[in-house]
């Protein structure tokens, strides 16, 4: 079946690197997707990797992928403040459109 | 509207009543998702609707549970006979299409069930 596993809290200092990392078992899922979530708000789509690519990078966000290991990361540097919220990881199956989230990481950033 | 827009945003009822849930896509996206979270959870799925057929309504979790579509835009997620359990913020996305990249969430409707 589908399962998406993410680790609870991270907690790092301002100007730190963060990494939030994720593993999945669907070894058939088309895209990787990096979702955020403020205290209230709806989730926001930060980026997504389609399964052929290693690597993508955004500004100051790196996505790795290892389709070996069923893992993904997200990277973000140079953290701020408002980077705080909570990051889920999710798959797209190759079969049909559902996307499939994990429990989400609780990205706390100390001044 | 420029975005997902999902009503109402909280609602309270009591056990064993009927709810109606309302979803009110990006104008133009043929996919529309509901998901449902509980605290300290991920959005888990319930159905997703390509156009006014529903694709995949694998995740709702029994009969009491019901989504339709009919005229391929606005979406509502009715559930009789609610129980406590059903608490949770009920999600909304669209997409353009099923196969696409991109969800674009609603902001969600928080159901209490006393």
């Known amino acids: 079946g589908e399962d998406v596993e993410q680790s609870l809290f991270l907690s790092v200092r301002e100007g730190d690197s963060s990494v939030i990392n994720c593993t999945y078992t669907d070894s058939s899922s088309t895209y990787l997707y990096w979702y955020k979530q403020e205290p209230g708000a709806g989730l926001q789509l930060l980026t997504y990797?389609?399964?052929?690519?290693d690597m993508k990078q955004d500004q100051r966000l790196t996505v790795l992928l290892n389709k070996k290991d069923k893992h993904l990361s997200l990277r973000i540097a140079d953290t701020q403040t408002g980077d705080s919220a909570i990051y889920f990881c999710a798959e797209r199956a190759n079969q049909g459109g559902k996307l499939i989230f994990g429990q989400g990481t609780e990205l706390s950033v100390k001044p | 509207g420029a975005g997902v827009s999902q009503t109402p945003s909280n609602k309270v009822t009591e056990k064993g009543k009927y709810v109606e849930l309302r979803c009110d896509p990006i104008s133009g996206h043929t996919a529309l998702y509901w998901y449902r979270q509980s605290l300290g959870q991920g959005p888990e799925f319930l159905i997703y609707f390509q156009g006014t057929g529903a694709a995949d309504d694998s995740g709702l979790p029994n009969d009491r549970f019901f989504a339709v579509r009919p005229e391929g835009s606005v979406s509502t997620l009715k559930i009789q006979r609610t129980e406590r359990g059903d608490s949770a913020v009920y999600l909304c996305?669209?997409?353009?299409?099923?196969?696409?990249?991109?969800?674009?969430f609603g902001e969600g409707s928080r159901l209490t069930v006393l």
């Open positions: 990797i389609f399964s052929n690519m």
């Open positions: 996305a669209s997409a353009e299409g099923a196969q696409t990249g991109e969800l674009f």
